[in-house]
């Protein structure tokens, strides 16, 4: 009798050890060909640099011929009315009156062409029509932030077994001047919350997109807050948009060891946006261009559209670039994409 209870202790010894000792696969992030690694992009195992456009797709298909010639490696996708945006469905005709395509073709599209596809929600539009834009809000105080998060979760749904699609949680948050209740508190907080909200669907490990404070041009709060964000997660990639914050009174050197302060942290960093044209006007963009190179920086214009009246534009009405009252940005930006 002795020794059968000497034995049963074992027993439940053992039990016990195997339920308090998680297996390493459990917690291990897996491996994905796309991962955020020491402050970096990389493919594979292998540090990588992707230079692209942002695009409005979902209003129709571009031409990948032209985007193939230009050299894009990767596609920031305008999702502006999230609310009715199909996902793996044929164009819809939205409440607003719009036509949307698909999620689905674009990426197929992307993917076909050897492009990385980030997908970014850039409005929410109501059961009337109406549209609100998300640059410059504060995303957890919006009234449909709830249905914001269902919709984005089956979306990382869909696309959880798709490597090259990349999910931003949102477009350009908070006042450009940090007025309107906001503090780094908030932006943690929040990111926390939208971030949290895509990993609890079963199996996304794709990269998330996580943008700066001030409409996304500031690095403030990922400098101040952004470790306490990585530590809870993973493969996370933040995005700053390079306008006015950037772009003016900034010299080459200036923008460089404003990023090398972010890379020195161990933040991998992409910038998701570039334009000559802004609130403030025309603007120069060759000294950040050549500060984005010389750190391999990540960068994305704006915009990919044929519109020969949009400074912005990088085609004009012909497909051709557009250099019209834009400091040729069209050129500007194709050369950058040879380089």
Excluded at 19 to 32: H, I, L, V
Excluded at 180 to 185: A, I, L, P, Q, V
């Amino acid at each position: 009798m002795r020794l059968f209870f000497t034995y049963l202790v074992i027993a439940l010894l053992v039990i016990g050890c195997k339920q308090e000792s998680p297996s390493p696969a459990e917690d291990a992030f897996p491996e994905t060909p796309f991962l955020i690694e020491q402050g970096e992009i990389t493919y594979n195992g292998s540090p990588v640099t992707y230079n692209g456009v942002n695009a409005l797709q979902t209003f129709g298909l571009s031409d990948p011929a032209i985007m193939n010639e230009w050299g894009i490696e990767i596609v920031r996708e305008f999702i502006g009315n999230l609310r009715e945006q199909p996902i793996e469905e044929d164009a819809i005709l939205a409440s607003n009156g719009n036509w949307y395509h698909g999620l689905q073709k674009i990426v197929d599209q992307n993917r076909a062409n050897g492009k990385v596809t980030i997908l970014c929600p850039f409005g929410w539009v109501n059961e009337a029509g109406e549209q609100t834009l998300f640059t410059g809000l504060n995303p957890s105080e919006q009234s449909f932030y709830s249905e914001y998060k269902t919709k984005m979760r089956a979306i990382a749904a869909h696309f959880r077994d798709q490597p090259d699609v990349w999910i931003e949680v949102w477009n350009e948050p908070y006042s450009w001047n940090n007025q309107h209740g906001y503090t780094h508190s908030l932006w943690l907080s929040d990111m926390k919350d939208m971030v949290t909200n895509l990993r609890s669907v079963s199996g996304f490990y794709n990269v998330i997109l996580v943008p700066g404070n001030e409409q996304g041009q500031a690095e403030d709060a990922i400098l101040a807050e952004g470790n306490k964000l990585l530590n809870d997660q993973h493969n996370l990639l933040f995005d700053l948009h390079a306008y006015e914050k950037w772009l003016i009174d900034q010299s080459t050197e200036e923008i460089t060891d404003r990023i090398n302060a972010l890379k020195s942290e161990g933040f991998a960093i992409v910038f998701g946006e570039v334009g000559v044209i802004n609130a403030s006007g025309l603007m120069q963009v060759d000294h950040f261009l050549t500060a984005a190179q010389t750190t391999n920086t990540s960068t994305l214009a704006w915009l990919w559209n044929k519109n020969s009246g949009d400074q912005n534009a990088l085609l004009n009405d012909n497909g051709a670039a557009n250099n019209n009252e834009n400091n040729n940005w069209g050129n500007t930006f194709k050369n950058f994409l040879a380089q």
